[in-house]
């Protein structure tokens, strides 16, 4: 049975299995990289996990944008593009420009 439950913090997901699902889909997306990325102050990382029977079968990186690092996700941009104001979530990676919801490739007996 698949259970969905977010993380604070990338210490509280296996490494291992987080890179198992990035697979070669890069660097910007590996468990080391998304550790520096979460130690910086521009933003508040929290993690969306999927597992089943223990397993990690799906992940997907949120940043709460505290300053934007870049002008493509500071607040000021998304209220112009918009016609909204307050702060910007982002589901998916801010640093490395290189973001993908993970998914684990089912076995013949789940597809």
């Not at 049975?1 to 910007?28: K, N």
């Amino acid at each position: 049975m698949t259970a969905i439950r977010a993380a604070e913090r990338l210490a509280d997901v296996d490494g291992a299995g987080w890179d198992a699902l990035v697979g070669d889909d890069g660097f910007y997306l590996s468990y080391d990289w998304l550790r520096c990325v979460e130690a910086e102050p521009y933003q508040r990382s929290a993690y969306l996990l999927a597992t089943d029977s223990g397993t990690l079968t799906g992940a997907l990186v949120l940043n709460w944008v505290r300053e934007g690092f870049t002008a493509r996700y500071r607040a000021e941009r998304f209220a112009g593009l918009l016609g909204i104001d307050g702060g910007t979530l982002v589901a998916g990676a801010v640093r490395g420009y290189r973001s993908t919801l993970l998914l684990a490739r089912p076995g013949p007996a789940r597809r």
